[in-house]
């Protein structure tokens, strides 16, 4: 991954934004297996980064430069509602990364690893942890 440059750069997460971010990305964890995931911290950034980020190799062409936010959560996930074809096994993973759209806070992209050997998140930005809004009830 190339070394992002500062307009490549999200600012911080707005304080206003975080209690729902944070109670959508667990609502997400619980819907993907698991409802206590051990760690959910977040970043803003644009699409095209967020995308080859948490999709290491994955590139997309449309709404690259859209500003989003990038959610890691570690935990036990498991993907029932992702097309697989006939029989094969449910995807599994402990790494989820979901690309959020920050007006609507609607899911836009999703990657699941067992492994995560990605630099820090704060390559692309300050990072929000999402836990201590939901630790502390505050949604």
Do not use: C
């Amino acid at each position: 991954m190339n070394k992002p440059s500062a307009a490549d750069r999200g600012g911080q997460i707005p304080d206003a934004a975080v209690p729902e971010l944070a109670r959508v990305a667990t609502d997400f964890a619980a819907r993907h297996g698991d409802s206590h995931p051990a760690s959910i911290t977040a970043v803003a950034s644009r699409r095209g980064r967020a995308v080859e980020y948490a999709s290491p190799g994955n590139q997309i062409m449309d709404r690259r430069d859209d500003p989003v936010y990038l959610v890691r959560m570690q935990g036990e996930f498991s993907l029932f509602d992702m097309p697989r074809p006939h029989l094969a096994p449910v995807p599994t993973g402990r790494f989820l990364f979901v690309v959020f759209d920050p007006q609507t806070l609607g899911s836009m992209d999703i990657s699941l690893s067992s492994s995560d050997h990605r630099p820090p998140m704060s390559t692309l930005g300050p990072v929000t942890d999402l836990m201590k809004d939901a630790e502390a009830g505050e949604w």
